[in-house]
């Protein structure tokens, strides 16, 4: 009786995860959807128009990136 009630519980923590994924998904696709307007973007000598959603994507990526980078300078050990 006592695997059962386990086993289910195992189940329903899969079960969480499918629907926190799928609100999630839900939620990007709504912000895509909303953002959708061709925007212009300068950055020194760079000129191009691209959808305002991928720029925030890319900020996002970039900043993930750079705060990947310094964590892991940062756990290098000291001499």
């Not at 191009?48 to 925030?56: D, G, I, K, N, Y």
């Not at 900043?63 to 892991?72: E, N, T």
């Amino acid at each position: 009786m006592a695997r059962e009630a386990e086993h289910r519980g195992a189940k329903m923590q899969v079960d969480a995860r499918l629907v926190g994924g799928a609100v999630i998904l839900l939620a990007l696709l709504a912000f895509v959807g909303q953002n959708r307007e061709e925007v212009p973007f300068t950055f020194l000598f760079l000129q191009f128009t691209a959808p305002l959603w991928l720029m925030l994507a890319g900020t996002v990526v970039l900043a993930l990136l750079v705060g990947f980078l310094a964590g892991r300078r940062s756990r290098r050990p000291k001499r």
